[in-house]
């Protein structure tokens, strides 16, 4: 385990909240996607 000072454990906390934040939307975008393709397809 890497020891890390309180700093950049808010740094890297504050990255990955956004990371997520951002990929959250983009799944969701294509889910919508996907689901409108999904009823002639299958």
């Given at each position: 385990m890497?020891?890390?000072s309180d700093d950049e454990v808010?740094?890297?906390r504050s990255l990955l909240?956004?990371?997520r934040g951002i990929k959250v939307?983009?799944?969701d975008k294509a889910l919508?996607?996907?689901s409108?393709?999904?009823r002639g397809g299958r």
């Amino acid at each position: 385990m890497v020891t890390l000072s309180d700093d950049e454990v808010a740094l890297i906390r504050s990255l990955l909240t956004a990371l997520r934040g951002i990929k959250v939307r983009d799944i969701d975008k294509a889910l919508v996607i996907l689901s409108k393709g999904d009823r002639g397809g299958r």
